[in-house]
């Protein structure tokens, strides 16, 4: 599985990313999890909302997001 979080380098965005490495490595999900910083490549996706959690190319949530809801999105994508 690949959970990227789109964002431009924002706050939430940084906070996004870092709650995904959390809860990845508290409930020992098997992803890789990368940043997508790039505006052309966010564009790509055809949101409007920063940040966006995407998991094996598909948006699943857009804006911030705690531990619980990202687990959530992650189990449901699984």
């Known amino acids: 599985m690949k959970i990227t979080v789109l964002g431009t ?6 906070a996004l990313y870092t709650t995904v490495q959390q809860v990845v490595a508290e409930s020992g999900f098997n992803a ?6 790039d505006m052309m490549e966010i564009m790509k996706y055809n949101i409007m909302t ?4 995407v998991i094996d190319g598909k948006v699943v949530a857009k804006g911030a ?8 999105a ?3 994508a699984m």
Do not use: D, Y
Request: include cysteine.
């Open 32 to 37: 890789e999890v990368a940043k997508e910083e």
């Open 9 to 14: 380098g924002c706050s939430k965005c940084k």
């Open 65 to 72: 997001m705690n531990a619980n809801q990202v687990r959530e």
């Open 50 to 53: 920063l940040p966006a959690l």
């Open 74 to 76: 992650i189990q449901k």
